[in-house]
């Protein structure tokens, strides 16, 4: 069965961090660009961040640009992004999900193949 978990959400201050965890079970991630999307309540799916599977390119929506981290461990079939300076507006669900794609990566949602269930960040204090 082809799976991806997300893990590592939490409640956290303003100015924390927190550190999100995708891992993929039943298929390698070696050949998928894997993505970060959030959905705050009452919002649409925003894209936040992408990487290759390939050739390290990223990409980082403006509005966590200096802030958030992708990165990716083939050998641990595992994706984090790291998040800083965390902000009241970055409270959302937070999902990583999978596109086939050999080189580059998009940030749309419609290119994406596999979803994780989601994990909630809430930043408060």
């Known amino acids: 069965q082809l799976q991806l978990v997300e893990s590592g959400g939490g409640l956290v201050q303003p100015v924390g961090s927190l550190r999100l965890s995708c891992a993929a079970s039943?298929?390698?991630?070696?050949?998928?660009?894997i993505g970060w999307f959030r959905q705050a309540p009452g919002k649409g799916r925003e894209g936040v961040s992408c990487v290759s599977s390939s050739d390290g390119s990223t990409y980082y929506a403006d509005s966590v640009k200096g802030r958030f981290t992708i990165s990716r461990d083939n050998a641990k079939n595992t994706v984090y992004l790291q998040m800083n300076s965390l902000k009241p507006e970055d409270t959302a669900v937070y999902f990583c999900?999978?596109?086939?794609?050999?080189?580059?990566?998009?940030?749309?949602?419609?290119?994406?193949?596999?979803w994780g269930q989601g994990t909630q960040v809430t930043v408060s204090s």
């Open positions: 039943g298929f390698t991630l070696d050949y998928y660009a």
């Open positions: 999900a999978a596109d086939y794609r050999l080189s580059g990566c998009i940030i749309r949602a419609v290119a994406y193949d596999y």
